[in-house]
């Protein structure tokens, strides 16, 4: 019997593109500031495109996949998309892989929050309170780069810490702006569309930054500016086939294995290990993003029942 693919491949596939996002980061954040963000973002954008048309010539589609009539939304995503991209770059200067990823994890929140203004969507009570969660598990984690006196007064503070902290927070903001203008866009134009355009506007975007310091890579730089690329468009690939084989609601939980993978990536490459306020705060992250998703399907098999029998 030939083997059918089903959720199990498209909840493999997620995974995957959690593994390959995490490998990316860590492309990144083993450079460790030493080549231009603006030149980093170059080669992620421009490199991506390899597997992009590679899979959709496998499609037979190259023309049909990248054709679109709403350059204008492309542009607006893309340049939400590269606002995500320099800030999580810069935060890695600042913080290590696995607290930058979990502050990523607000990202799904502050669409909460944006649908609502901007998208006029009505917002449940169970989603208010994943936000109000994970914003709480962002504050434990910043509590961490606090120091305190003998007498409990605070006595400094990690600036650093805190410039990576706000970075992240402020790429949190970018992805989801690109997460609202994706829900746009969906069920308008091809994923392929998406992901292309999405590479377009981020590789022009940084070129405008060519004045400002690019470098000549030594081959060590160039193999993790090459991987940078080559994972981020498999990355995108994985996501979008994962969608094909599985409801976004049972891959939804799945998006929280890039914090197991880049525990283990730290340890493995930084021999760096997560504070307990960051175990902490992540785990209040994770919590509110898990509370809000098993609700959500609750709901949707108690109204699909209501439905067909109504």
Not at 217 to 245: A, E, F, K
Not at 305 to 310: F, R, T, V, W
Request: charged share 10%; proline share 3%; hydrophobic share 50%.
């Amino acid at each position: 019997m030939p083997y059918q693919a089903g959720p199990a491949t498209g909840v493999s596939m997620k995974i995957g593109a959690a593994l390959t996002s995490t490998l990316m980061m860590a492309c990144v954040k083993g450079l460790d500031g030493t080549i231009p963000v603006g030149e980093v973002i170059f080669f992620r954008s421009s490199v991506a495109l390899i597997p992009l048309f590679i899979w959709l010539w496998c499609q037979g589609r190259i023309i049909d996949g990248i054709r679109t009539r709403n350059i204008k939304g492309h542009v607006v995503r893309g340049l939400a998309g590269t606002g995500g991209l320099y800030f999580s770059y810069l935060a890695l200067l600042y913080l290590s892989l696995t607290d930058v990823t979990t502050i990523n994890y607000a990202a799904p929140m502050i669409t909460v929050i944006m649908a609502a203004i901007f998208l006029r969507e009505k917002v449940k009570l169970h989603r208010w309170v994943a936000v109000i969660a994970g914003f709480s598990g962002i504050l434990v984690m910043l509590s961490g780069h606090l120091f305190f006196g003998r007498s409990g007064s605070l006595s400094s503070v990690s600036w650093q810490s805190v410039l990576g902290m706000s970075l992240a927070l402020l790429a949190a903001v970018c992805i989801a702006a690109a997460s609202i203008q994706i829900r746009y866009l969906n069920g308008k134009e091809q994923p392929g569309a998406i992901a292309f355009w999405f590479a377009i506007t981020t590789t022009i975007t940084s070129l405008f930054t060519l004045g400002f310091g690019w470098t000549v890579p030594d081959l060590n730089q160039l193999l993790l500016l090459l991987g940078c690329g080559l994972l981020g468009g498999v990355t995108q690939i994985l996501m979008t086939l994962s969608l094909r084989y599985a409801d976004a609601s049972l891959l939804a939980p799945f998006d929280y294995t890039t914090l197991v993978w880049s525990v283990f990536l730290g340890y493995l490459f930084w021999d760096t290990l997560p504070e307990s306020v960051t175990i902490a705060g992540a785990c209040l992250v994770v919590a509110g993003g898990a509370f809000s998703m098993v609700f959500e399907r609750r709901q949707r098999r108690i109204v699909s029942p209501a439905s067909m029998s109504g």
